[in-house]
């Protein structure tokens, strides 16, 4: 019965092979969606199949011998996104045309494909940190990162307040772009740094100063484009965690991520880490109460198709920094102390618990976006985010008040923007969008001291135009224009003597609302009418040699803590001054770069110069006595600034496995109107990487960095301040740099496979290798204690 059954069931399996049709055909055109081109070359295969096709001079395919049914149809073409097609196969010829999206720079969310790096300018000078680098950095900040590349320095409070500088100018003059989202975090502040997680990111753009006009016309130093990894377009569930070990800090992080794409689309991305140190260490002591605990989290769905999409993101930010002890100076004389002293005057045991003085942040940041493609003319994108951002600075106080904020801010945004690119032809783009954003700042009075930010309300209207033409096959030329309009409206109260001491009783009547007696309430409001433009040219001379050129002029509006600052700034320990006569910013720069590749080595030249007309500057001017002491006077004022620089790289493959890359950066700044050095201007610095590579290592890697940072040789003058303890005047030092100095450090990496998709790799990272003494001239609290000391950083990664 058994082989009866058998030789039954071979019987209809038989015939049912031979009745099954298998001698049909799918064949069409595979052409660019958005000029009806065909695409040559493109290929065209059946998911699952070896066998592969490419189609003709006119764009054609043909795929034989298919049996009735249902397949998937992979089609993909250089530098266009992969389509993966559901086909049914029902009759004996099936025709299917499919049109890719063929524009590089149409793939916003996209910056690395293979090897090629999408800029989303064409004349500006424009670097990327990949994913390899983020990663690297993934237990460090934002600025720790970003100082990898030429050009960019950072301004530091300590190891953990890291303010990223693009070619000497830092703060409002330098844009960070979030996943397409302006950050809006008070970034006015020296001691501010950026409320990101770098773990967020899958890749990071640099482009030095303001070319790209589409993200703001106030961008006189440059602009931080922070980009999530590429959503694949196919049903896949993929992740990795990061988990590193510091020694100095005694501390460390871990991060983890994980996406689901569904068919049809749809996406699910979430992401958190956590990071947590204690004091930090120099080579010869602790550096007390210099710990940071660290929370980010983001959640990210939505769905993309070829035609259309939407996504909605969700971030959270929340860091408690605490600032060296040390560097809370009582008045000035604990300044003069500092600075002529070694080291610092309060050095206790390690611990983690973070004291003050500190900082807390939160921050809160919700976009929702929307895009459509037209077939044959261009692309829409929409979006509104929303942001709020609450910072907390505790100040050593004493009884019930040490727990009491000195300063509590709570800056809430609401931004809507729409954009559309017409790229229909292959020769020429147009792009154009408008922007609107409301911003509202409240500043708690329960803190028990003068508010050094007031209340006020921001508006923000935009609009910009940008234009890209290819002359020939060598020469592309673009140019931009932009308009913005700034409204501030604020509530501040003044002491009627600093009111009347600084001339507004003459100059600003009209902004008095009530007259208090020893305090005037006034109503501020300033219009500012802002104008951008962008021109410049790239040349191809063949694989070998890019040349670039651009000019790019750009006006920046005057931001509240340059209009109202009035009062002692708790975590910086000074008087910080604004001035209601400020104005706004107007810069013009010239920039070139000229890249040239050989077989075994190539090299990059950048010079530049930046005219800027009414310069905004902090500078010490001398020293004001209030009821808890002598404190330094920081004023804000304007005057006519140039500064020139350049940045060169070059790298050399000397074998297969042994390579070095160079790097040198200068900038010169100079206050033209009194012909003296600008302040906080970086330190020429020279860096030299050594690497040796073996991949069939389990991709082992090994290199060596060197970084020699010159002495800042030029510097505006110091001041003469009234010592209180001595009953004299005393020159305060406060501007001399440090000496130069150079530090070495040690990266390595190797894998091991745990199965077919799942990859752990194992790296080690030793900072100042040699334990070096040092002080940065742009670390805040040079004037109290050296930088840090030796750091052995292990790190494990888990690709899933």
């Known amino acids: 019965m058994r082989l009866l059954f058998t030789v039954l069931l071979i019987t209809v399996s038989f015939f049912k092979i031979v009745a099954q049709d298998c001698s049909n055909t799918l064949s069409g055109t595979v052409i660019d969606f958005h000029d009806g081109m065909p695409l040559v070359g493109a290929m065209v295969q059946i998911s699952g199949d070896t066998s592969i096709t490419y189609t003709d001079n006119e764009g054609r395919y043909q795929l034989n011998s298919l049996c009735m049914g249902s397949l998937e149809l992979e089609v993909s073409h250089e530098a266009c996104v992969t389509q993966f097609i559901r086909v049914d196969i029902n009759k004996a010829n099936t025709v299917l045309d499919v049109k890719l999206e063929h524009h590089l720079e149409e793939l916003d969310e996209v910056k690395v494909v293979g090897d090629a790096i999408i800029n ?31 050009g960019v320095s950072s301004l530091n409070t300590g190891a953990n307040i890291v303010k990223p500088a693009i070619h000497g100018l830092n703060g409002s003059r330098v844009l960070i772009l979030n996943n397409g989202v302006r950050m809006q975090d008070m970034e006015w502040g020296d001691e501010h740094a950026p409320n990101v997680d770098i773990n967020s990111s899958g890749s990071i753009s640099v482009i030095k100063g303001a070319a790209a006009l589409q993200y703001g016309g106030d961008a006189i130093g440059g602009v931080i484009l922070m980009e999530q990894a590429r959503i694949p377009a196919k049903d896949t569930l993929f992740g990795k965690t990061l988990l590193n070990g510091l020694s100095n800090g005694r501390g460390g ?52 198709l070829f035609t259309w999409g939407w996504d909605v993101n969700y971030s959270y930010y929340n860091a408690e920094i605490a600032i060296l002890r040390a560097s809370h100076i009582g008045n000035v004389d604990d300044l003069i102390r500092g600075i002529n002293s070694g080291e610092p005057e ?43 951002n609450r910072r907390f600075e505790f100040d050593v106080r004493r009884g019930e008040s040490d727990d009491r904020a000195s300063i509590d801010l709570e800056l809430t945004t609401h931004t809507v923007g729409a954009d559309f690119k017409w790229d229909a032809k292959r020769k020429s783009q147009l792009h154009v969008g408008v922007l609107g954003r409301y911003q509202d700042n409240f500043a708690n ?53 600093r009111w009347e001491e600084r001339g507004y009783d003459q100059e600003f009547p009209d902004f008095i609302v009530e007259n208090a007696g020893n305090q005037i309430l006034t109503n501020p409001v300033f219009d500012y009418h802002n104008f951008s433009a962008t021109t410049g040219l790239q040349y191809f001379g063949g694989n070998q040699n890019v040349f670039r050129f651009n000019y790019a002029l750009s006006q920046r509006a005057p931001n509240p803590s340059e209009l109202f600052s009035d009062g002692l700034h708790h975590s910086a320990a000074r008087i910080e001054l604004g001035d209601l006569r400020i104005d706004s910013e107007t810069s013009h720069k010239l920039s070139m770069s000229l890249e040239r590749d050989f077989e075994r080595w190539g090299f990059t030249l950048e010079p530049y110069v930046n005219y800027i007309r009414d310069f905004i500057l902090l500078e010490p001017t001398g020293v004001e006595f209030t009821i808890r002491g002598a404190f330094p006077v920081w004023g804000y004022r304007q005057t006519n600034a140039r500064l020139l620089g350049l940045d060169a790289s070059a790298y050399v493959d000397w074998t297969d496995r042994w390579r070095s890359e160079h790097q040198f950066s200068l900038v010169k700044g100079k206050d033209m109107e009194n012909d003296l050095a600008l302040i906080n201007i970086p330190a020429a610095n020279f860096r030299n990487t050594l690497e040796f590579s073996h991949p069939e290592w389990r ?12 002495r800042q040789n030029e510097f505006p003058p110091n001041i003469m301040v009234f010592s209180p303890e001595q009953q004299q005047e005393v020159l305060l030092e406060i501007n001399t740099p440090p000496e130069a100095y150079h530090i070495l450090a040690l990266n390595s990496k190797i894998e091991f496979p745990l199965g077919n998709s799942t990859k752990l790799t194992t790296g080690l990272t030793i900072n100042n290798v040699l334990n070096t003494n040092y002080r940065d001239y742009l670390n805040r609290q040079r004037f109290f204690a050296d930088d840090l000391g030796r750091n052995f950083i292990l790190q494990l990664k888990l690709n899933y």
């Open 699 to 710: 991709d082992f890697e090994i290199s060596m960095e060197s970084n020699y940072v010159f």
């Open 445 to 497: 009075p329960d803190t028990g001291v003068r508010r050094l930010i007031p209340d006020y309300e921001k508006y923000d209207l935009g609009g910009f135009l940008i234009g890209e033409y290819q002359i020939t096959d060598k020469v592309l030329i673009d140019a931009g224009l932009r308009y913005d309009y700034t409204r501030i409206d604020a509530q501040k109260f003044y002491q009627t003597s």
């Open 346 to 388: 309060i050095i206790r045991p390690f611990t983690y618990d973070l004291q003050n003085p500190r900082q807390e942040v939160f921050h809160h940041l919700g976009k929702l976006k929307f895009y459509k493609r037209f077939e044959g003319l261009g692309k829409l994108n929409f979006q509104y985010d929303v942001q709020v």
């Open 253 to 304: 992080n871990i991060t983890s991520e994980l996406t689901k794409v569904f068919d049809k689309g749809w996406f699910l991305k979430g992401q958190g880490s956590y990071k947590l140190l204690g004091d930090q260490e120099a080579p010869d002591y602790i550096l007390s109460n210099t710990g940071i605990r660290e929370v980010g989290a983001s959640l990210r769905f939505g769905k993309q």
């Open 120 to 150: 989303k300018t064409n004349s500006a000078q424009e670097e990327v940190l990949r994913q390899q680098t983020l990663e690297q950095f993934s237990s460090q900040s934002l600025g720790d990162a970003l100082r990898q590349l030429g």
